[in-house]
């Protein structure tokens, strides 16, 4: 399954606790939604550097096993981003059960 | 080449070198994980064209590489105040000379009433090129609304497209490439010979890349703009545009490729410019010059980098671009 425009907030969700790379990223989506929720992880990076743009993640350069690697963390504004967007989503998704229960 | 490679080629296609780099550095460290933990790590990145209409969005791109020195580092030049005021008011008194309705005046004012702005308080930061998109759209909702009000939601409709279009390809590239910048993106500062501007290196790196099917897409459309403007005022434009598709046939099919007979092609040009330039006004078309001479300095603007570049370059490091 793929929610178009949910991607930025599960972003946001994925590095609120600790900054991480793309990759694990990618695979904490697939894995906490026990894979519902896939794709295609070329289109990830353009949305961390949208949300760069945004300046609700930064980057910085790590080292994991020896190996280079560009790490993302949160900033204030994209805690503040993630807080909107887990309200907005709770109201959609409250609405949408709403609906479909009564039909 | 690898698949990766490919798929690298795809979505980087378009982007400023640096730009590309950081795609291949982050694509390549994660292709690296996924293949070390199994699966099919290229099938996981997904449709490379789709990441590159992506990447475009939100890394500087070749063009927006070209145009970042040229807005950041704009002075203020009383020559350039001067001589667009000039250009301005010749442009007006032609356009005055064509149409005589009412609305002329009241949205002529209000379509140009920004552009003294742009010579005091240029777009070089982000802030400033913020404002610029706000005013722009007041400015397009005013003259729309101008143009109702002589003209009914017709002229309203087309006035409105075509400055909500420019200002689409115009005040929001410029605003989108501030804030790429603010983001921390770089562009080479340092061309690769170092007797070159930034400017004219970018330029050069593009006349090197020329050949594709995707450089075509320029060409048609001027072929396209000249032959609609040349329906709308053959008097004006017939010339402009013959000069314009014998240069474009002559390049094609003579050999031209040497620096003698480069430099007699580019001397053939430039006259039939000039006689293109003052033909009309010969045969009787009224005040159609302006035109040609205001067609005839965009023709001069695009080919001035090419000028400088073939006295700074040794004629052997010429790409076919220069020689005509």
């Known amino acids: 399954m793929n929610l178009r425009g949910t991607l930025p907030t599960l972003i946001l969700e994925a590095i609120e606790r600790h900054p991480d790379h793309g990759y694990s990223i990618a695979q904490r989506i697939k894995e906490r939604s026990s894979g519902v929720l896939d794709f295609k992880e070329g289109t990830l990076y353009p949305a961390l550097h949208k949300l760069e743009l945004e300046g609700t993640v930064e980057s910085y350069e790590g080292v994991e096993k020896g190996r280079t690697r560009r790490y993302y963390r949160i900033t204030k504004a994209g805690r503040a981003e993630l807080a909107k967007g887990r309200q907005e989503w709770g109201e959609v998704s409250r609405a949408v059960t709403l609906i479909l229960k009564k039909a | ?324």
Request: aromatic share 14%.
């Open chain 2, 1 to 324: 080449m690898t698949p990766l490679d490919q798929w690298l080629a795809d979505a980087t296609r378009g982007l400023s070198a640096e730009s590309a780099a950081r795609v291949r550095e982050e694509i390549q460290q994660h292709y690296d994980s996924a293949c070390e933990a199994g699966g099919d790590a290229l099938a996981a990145l997904g449709n490379p064209r789709a990441a590159n209409r992506a990447y475009r969005k939100v890394l500087l791109t070749e063009q927006e590489a070209m145009m970042a020195p040229a807005l950041t580092q704009r002075k203020r030049s009383h020559r350039g105040v001067l001589l667009s005021s000039a250009l301005l008011v010749a442009f007006v008194w032609w356009l005055a000379g064509k149409h005589r309705y009412p609305g002329f005046w009241p949205i002529t004012v209000a379509i140009f009433c920004t552009i003294p702005f742009t010579w005091f308080f240029p777009p070089t930061t982000l802030e400033r090129s913020r404002i610029y998109l706000y005013v722009h759209g007041l400015r397009n909702i005013l003259v729309m609304g101008i143009a109702w009000w002589y003209d009914g939601w017709i002229g309203a409709l087309i006035l409105g497209a075509m400055f909500f279009g420019l200002d689409y390809v115009f005040t929001y590239r410029i605003w989108l490439i501030f804030r790429k910048l603010a983001a921390g993106q770089t562009y080479s500062l340092l061309p690769e010979e170092p007797q070159l501007t930034h400017v004219e290196a970018i330029y050069l790196n593009t006349l090197r890349k020329e050949g594709g099917a995707a450089e075509n897409v320029p060409v048609s459309m001027l072929f396209l703009m000249l032959a609609g403007m040349t329906v709308w005022m053959s008097a004006t434009f017939a010339p402009m545009a013959i000069w314009t598709a014998a240069g474009y046939l002559t390049r094609r099919t003579l050999p031209i490729y040497t620096e003698k007979r480069s430099r007699w092609l580019r001397i053939a040009r430039w006259t039939t410019m000039v006689v293109a330039a003052v033909l009309p006004p010969l045969y009787g078309a009224r005040a159609p010059w302006v035109g040609a001479v205001l067609l005839a300095w965009f023709f001069l603007l695009l080919d001035k980098p090419g000028i400088s570049l073939r006295r700074k370059l040794p004629v052997a490091e010429w790409p076919k671009r220069l020689y005509w």
